[in-house]
């Protein structure tokens, strides 16, 4: 069994994703593919998401500013510029959903203004600040005005989720998932520019949904809500396993909130965020793991029952960077346990041991449902960031327990 917890270990590990990707990623007309499969073919090459976008500037910023090769500057730059271009949509100052690409033309394109998106925008520009690949300030503060002024409600101190290309149309839908990508968002711009407006922006966000908003849904975070921030119970009803907007209780997302809870733990300590992240992860890990199979589900219903009974990628990903921040911070074994667990589910059956990176999903039994490893959105943003996670905060004691 490989050592987990070990640093050389993980950064082997983070090389090999990036080794996957390393030759067929990018699209010598500009930007990057999207849409590989298991031996790294790309089965299309038309479509472009703005999520894929982002994060593979996340990668490549990270990449570079971690010593994994020089290359990843331009390869970031370049990102970004592809994202200005071909994003951005003009006029509105906010950056399109995805669109479809015929040679270098743009064939269709769906403009929506989604905050989820936004968020990343923003996410991608502080860690190309951080990696000292651009002045961000601007660009950051830009995006921020926009969500600002089109989707922040202050009477509920939350986002709304969309808006039509031309910002006029507000759609009802509420949900938690753009919200807690926007405050991952703040955090990555409060610590690239140290402006304070960020970080106060993240802890309200996440007193709002790990606080106020779960304490209707009996102590976790549910996804949906209505305009008025009332539990939606029935939306996506039918659709336990939809991409964005999955029907239950997702424990990939009680475990990266009681992550970025621990994270904001650490910039502005607050024992809140520690109570609050302890029991996240705790209920996630009491309703979410399959012990007949192992591995962590996608989603549960109320009453206990599996909604989407299959394993992926990122929800094991976020859960066994959580279970390290918390062993670190409270020394407790339970956690270092989980995080091994974890770990060990995902090197049996989801890390592809013959051609590199992690497969995006398998069945409840750890069986292959497809051969579409990285289809737009996965780019494996979320195995890359968790690792990294995991190497900044190894033997890093900073509570003790009295």
């Known amino acids: 069994m490989p050592a987990f917890h070990n640093a050389d270990f993980l950064t082997g590990h983070t090389a090999k994703i990036l080794a ?22 790309v089965y299309d090459a038309a479509n472009r998401h703005l999520v894929s976008s982002t994060r593979f500037v996340f990668n490549y910023a990270q990449a570079y500013r971690r010593g994994y090769g020089d290359h990843y500057a331009d390869w970031a730059k370049e990102g970004l510029n592809y994202i200005e271009s071909h994003h951005r949509v003009a006029g509105f100052g906010h950056y399109g959903w995805m669109h479809t690409k015929d040679g270098d033309q743009v064939k269709l ?8 998106g936004q968020a990343f925008v923003i996410l991608a520009y502080a860690h190309a600040h951080m990696a000292g690949l651009v002045n961000a300030h601007e660009t950051i503060a830009q995006v921020h005005q926009l969500l600002e002024t089109e989707f922040y409600q202050p009477e509920h101190n939350a986002y709304a989720d969309e808006r039509s290309a031309d910002l006029s149309l507000l759609d009802p839908y509420r949900g938690q998932n753009a919200n807690m990508h926007l405050c991952e968002a703040y955090i990555a711009a ?16 996440a007193k709002r949904f790990a606080g106020d908003l779960a304490a209707q849904a ?3 975070i549910w996804e949906h809500y209505d305009s008025q921030w009332s539990l939606d119970l029935n939306y996506n009803i039918d659709k336990p396993g939809d991409l ?38 705790n209920r996630a890990m009491e309703k979410g793991w399959d012990s007949q199979y192992g591995g962590l589900v ?15 990628f990122w929800v094991q990903a976020e859960s066994f960077a959580a279970a390290n921040r918390l062993y670190q911070l409270t020394g407790k074994e339970p956690y270092l346990d989980w995080y091994t ?26 069986r292959k449902l497809s051969d579409q490893k990285s289809p737009m959105g996965k780019v494996d943003y979320h195995t890359l960031g968790a690792c990294w996670d995991v190497l900044d905060h190894l033997n890093e004691r900073s509570v003790t327990l009295s």
């Open 298 to 312: 996608y989603g549960f219903a109320p009453d206990g029952r599996f909604a989407d009974a299959n394993k992926y």
């Open 341 to 366: 667990r974890i770990w060990q589910f995902s090197w049996d059956y989801l890390i592809d041991h013959e051609y590199g990176a992690w497969y995006r999903v398998v069945g409840q039994d750890g």
């Open 20 to 41: 996957f990707y390393e030759p067929i990623a990018r699209d010598p007309k500009g930007g990057f593919f999207h849409n590989f499969s298991d031996d790294g073919r």
């Open 218 to 220: 009996g102590g976790l």
């Open 244 to 281: 964005f907007k999955p029907w239950g209780f997702q424990p990939g997302h009680q475990t990266e909130w009681a992550k970025l809870l621990l994270e904001l733990h650490r910039l502005a300590p607050n024992p809140w965020y520690l109570e609050r992240a302890e029991a996240l992860f």
């Open 190 to 205: 409060y610590q690239a520019t140290n402006s304070p407006i960020y970080l106060q922006r993240a802890e309200s966000l």
């Open 109 to 116: 394109r769906d403009d929506r203004a989604m905050a989820y």
